[in-house]
């Protein structure tokens, strides 16, 4: 279904700039396969079956096609273990055709998700998921940002919004969105607020917010009576039913910018992700080049 705004709110066009940074993504991965005779290669591990991760690693390793990055899959059973799932991507951090590997979250509830996404080597973590990564995004140092996030910061600069001194509170502190999400926001000199499933009055922090990040998983939880007039909002839920984590038409209704679902943030971390593995297969590639 089609989403319309008030006269208020813009829209906040993620597919638009997505496509953007794909053609550009291909045209440095053509550059880097003319000058190497190699071209970039993403491995994407998957544990189970569980549609939606299907799905979303179908989606990623489409667009890797169309950007010329080969994608090299590994599907493990629902019973793979931590000390498995460790040594595959162990393997593929050792793997020099490989440069960069994407795990799908979540992996069932029976393996140390941590453990596995730090068996990927740093300069293999193009979907910023390690300490490592998340390290470097918090201290602001070179390294992977976390997809969805670094697709959020991106989408924000397109459209011209100026972090500095604006109060930013982000609903959610999961380790690949929300907590990086705040460290990126603060780094650009946003006062960042977390909330989560133990903060009370939640209305009376996103009211405050300039700038709205909803990364809750709740279809249609935050709605335009929780908002400050005027607040840009960035909807990063993707429920079922291609629902947002935001009550869209009550939010664009006081809201100045904001993303639409599907259409905002989905597309952004993908190019992102595309765009972190042209630039870690360069820096891989560039001392044989
Ligand atoms: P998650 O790991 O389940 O984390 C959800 C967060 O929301 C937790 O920090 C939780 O707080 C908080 N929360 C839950 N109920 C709350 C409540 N009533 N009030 C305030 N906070 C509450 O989810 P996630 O992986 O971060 O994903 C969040 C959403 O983003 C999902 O819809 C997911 O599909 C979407 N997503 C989209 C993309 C994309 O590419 N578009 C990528 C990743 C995720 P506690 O920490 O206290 O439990």
Redesign the pocket.
């Given at each position: 279904m089609s989403q319309t705004t008030s006269p208020t709110a813009r829209l906040m066009d993620g597919s638009a700039l997505a496509r953007q940074m794909v053609e550009e993504a291909a045209e440095r991965a053509a550059a880097l396969a003319a000058r190497t005779g190699r071209a970039p290669c993403l491995a994407t591990v998957l544990v189970g079956d569980d549609p939606a991760s299907i799905t979303y690693v179908r989606m990623k390793r489409n667009r890797c096609a169309k950007a010329g990055v080969r994608s090299r899959h590994i599907a493990l059973p629902a019973d793979t273990t931590t000390a498995q799932l460790v040594d595959t991507i162990g393997e593929l951090s050792d793997d020099s055709g490989v440069h960069g590997i994407l795990l799908q979250h979540p992996v069932g509830p029976h393996i140390d998700e941590r453990a596995a996404f730090e068996a990927i080597a740093p300069e293999k973590d193009v979907d910023g998921v390690t300490a490592h990564s998340f390290a470097a995004m918090s201290l602001g140092m070179d390294g992977f940002a976390s997809c969805?996030p670094g697709g959020i910061v991106r989408l924000l600069d397109h459209y011209d919004v100026d972090l500095t001194g604006r109060h930013a509170v982000v609903?959610?502190?999961?380790a690949?969105?929300?907590k990086p999400v705040g460290m990126l926001l603060l780094g650009r000199n946003a006062t960042v607020t977390y909330?989560?499933?133990?903060?009370t009055d939640?209305a009376a922090h996103t009211r405050e917010a300039d700038v709205l990040i909803a990364?809750?998983?709740?279809p249609r939880f935050l709605h335009g009576d929780q908002l400050k007039p005027g607040a840009v909002v960035i909807d990063?839920?993707?429920?079922p039913g291609n629902v947002g984590?935001v009550d869209f038409p009550s939010a664009a209704a006081v809201a100045s910018l904001i993303t639409p679902v599907p259409g905002g943030?989905?597309p952004m971390?993908i190019a992102t992700l595309l765009t972190q593995t042209v630039d870690a297969a360069t820096r891989q590639l560039g001392a044989a080049g």
């Open positions: 969805t609903v959610g502190r999961s690949i969105l929300g909330c989560h499933s133990r903060t939640l990364a809750v998983g709740r990063a839920g993707y429920n984590d943030v989905g971390t």
